[in-house]
């Protein structure tokens, strides 16, 4: 009941926090980049703390890879939502000098194998500030308030699928990688998606701003496949190198990554759903 407690608690700042910083982008994409940058550093901050190996990554590296991460964010965003053409023209500023700095770098640590460590480094980068990064294309092509939605979508295939998987759950799914993952769950999860779609197409359209109800079931449907296919990917990246959570940053939840993970892989699905599937929403 006390970690259930704690789970609820965090869950909540957490849930909280992504929602001020969407809302606020409105008036000030100040916190929006903040709270983002914080969890690119926060991730892969985790994916280095797990992937250690016999040759332990310096801690200029460390901070190179989370300066880069926050530069490829920052990036993505001034190309799509800056209002000079000056601001959109040093959009590779960031992504150019992390690759400069990196690579050089790594000429002056010779006890470490090169291609691991530079492996590791843009692993990180690609698989979580990248995607991260992708969320302001998503904002660049459709209303903000969308992004709420992507998340929303989220919380609630996961309380879907974890409350339907406890009650029903038989078949596992993916049992070599995560043997409590159920099919009865996954989907659950769906079902709770699309019935969430349908509440919020005829209770907060206006809020929303989407213009149809195919828009939203289709949208509903991407997160929740997506979600299990990234909360799968974390879950075959801590098997590999023998973990349970990512960290401890979040109680009852684990780390920063035990909570982004569905959102790593949902994210360049709901773009590649909005610009090719979906393009009305534009």
């Not at 991730?43 to 310096?58: H, L, P, R």
Request: with cysteine; hydrophobic share 50%; charged share 15%.
């Amino acid at each position: 009941m006390k970690n259930l407690l704690k789970r609820i608690c965090s869950g909540i700042i957490y849930i909280a926090i992504i929602v001020s910083a969407i809302l606020l982008l409105d008036n000030s994409p100040v916190m929006f980049l903040l709270v983002f940058s914080l969890l690119i550093v926060l991730g892969i901050g985790e994916m280095v703390t797990m992937a250690k190996d016999d040759a332990t990554q310096s801690w200029l590296v460390t901070v190179i890879d989370m300066l880069g991460g926050v530069g490829l964010f920052v990036a993505f965003y001034l190309h799509y939502e800056g209002e000079s053409m000056q601001s959109r023209a040093l959009w590779l500023l960031p992504i150019a000098s992390y690759l400069l700095l990196r690579t050089i770098v790594q000429l002056y640590r010779p006890q470490q194998n090169a291609v691991h460590s530079l492996e590791r480094s843009f692993f990180s980068l690609g698989y979580i500030a990248l995607p991260l990064a992708m969320l302001n294309c998503i904002m660049s092509i459709t209303a903000p308030r969308l992004l709420l939605g992507v998340f929303m979508f989220i919380w609630i295939y996961d309380t879907g699928a974890y409350c339907v998987g406890m009650l029903l759950g038989r078949h596992r799914l993916f049992e070599r990688i995560s043997p409590k993952k159920s099919w009865e769950g996954v989907i659950g999860g769906i079902v709770f998606c699309v019935a969430g779609a349908y509440a919020t197409h005829y209770w907060f359209d206006e809020f929303f701003q989407v213009p149809d109800l195919t828009t939203w079931v289709g949208l509903s449907v991407v997160v929740a496949v997506f979600s299990t296919f990234g909360d799968l990917v974390e879950s075959l990246i801590k098997r590999t190198v023998g973990v349970k959570d990512s960290g401890n940053i979040m109680p009852g939840h684990g780390g920063i990554l035990d909570r982004i993970d569905s959102l790593l892989l949902v994210v360049p699905a709901v773009l590649i759903y909005l610009q090719l599937i979906a393009p009305n929403i534009n």
